[in-house]
């Protein structure tokens, strides 16, 4: 790496170095398009970089509420307001007990380059709070969800900022939020995406980014004049993003062999299928944060506690759980199982050691920005919805879906030839976002 990225790289280091997944990012971002700050002296004359790096603002704020019991709890939230050089800031809201800055800006810094391949009017952003619903009551969850947006309401809008879900954030959030925040300003408005259907929601937005996921992983095989039939696949996770992308490897004729949580792993040499699939959706409903009972109900299948799906081999590994998750022991074991593609559903689910492996080992990797970017490009969709009050139907939506999908897929491939780096996705997305945000920001003045 040359000098231009590590200058700005240290600049994070020195602000920030006590959050280690935002610098993780930064990184991983800034040594990619080294070449593009190469190409345009004008970046560097005009700050961008530190402009970028630096969120445009960040809002801290006490969340109180009150259990079943009647005691107090308070909770931290966090807005953590990136970049609108290219439409009001737009990304998820993260429930989870880790949740503290260094998450949040890490999201919101990944949302930036993921909403400009998407080639949406849509900046990025990222919020959440260090609350963890599962174990609560729906009704503890209302308290919860109404305090934060009693904050919350007042940095938010349909032409400002939209959040949505992310991990521990899914329609029962969402609802309670959108209540919340309509009852506080008086305005019916999809400030909000990821809403139920009664309610301004998208058809087809639960399933978006595990369907997008599996559109852009057909692409990268297309690429080699492969396809996703008869294919192996072995997932993590077991929420909304593993189950829709195995419902569509399903349609593609490939089988998934696995699901997991943090306390191990099922192995369905079966293959999850038919109502297997839905029943992921009443596992997560249950709110106990278990994969396990898959294994009790069915019969082949058997829970593997305490190891990761990783070892297990399989022609193709779709990481749909949390960031980090792939670390370079993991990436030896996959490359030693054989494996072709790696495609990133989950926000930075492989540690830079692993990437680095994988590629010298001849393994493709379908990044997160790019591969997962089918959630907030429906959820754009599903604010365009809501401007004109009306409704797009699923197979409106889908095919939508897949052409945005695709198009992510041939920019990457692209950038990626450009600057003489091959078939390298994770470069090519890394730069194809940035050139798409410089350039609206370069336009835009030093604001
Ligand atoms: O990581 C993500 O892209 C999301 N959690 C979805 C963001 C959104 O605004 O739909």
Redesign the pocket.
Known sequence: MGNLAQQYIDIAKEHYPHEPEFLETVTEVLTSVEPLLEAHPEYIESGLVERLIEPERGIQFRVPWVDDNGKVHVNRGYRYEFNSALGPY???LRFASNVYPGIIKF?GF??IF?NALTGLPIGGGKGGSDFDPSGKSDAEVMRFCQSFMSELYRHIGPNTD?????IGVGGREIGYLFGQYKKLTNRYEGAL??KGLTFGGLAGRAEA?GYGVVFFLREMLKHFGDTLEGKTVVVSGYGNVTWGTIKKLNEFGAKVITISNHEGYVLDKDGVEGDKVDYLLDLRASGNRKCSPYADKYENAEFIPDKKPWEVPADIYIPCATQNEITLEDAKQIVANGAKYLCEAA?MPTTPEAVAYLKENGVIIGPAKAA??G??A??CIEMSQDAQHTFFTPEEVYDQLEKIMVNIHRQCEEASAVYGLGYDLVAGANIAGFERVANAMMAEGIV
């Not at 939209?162 to 992310?166: K, M």
């Open positions: 737009k990304g998820g999201l990944e949302q993921k939209v959040p949505a879900g992310d995406s990821g980014t926000n997962n970017a959630g907030v429906c959820s």
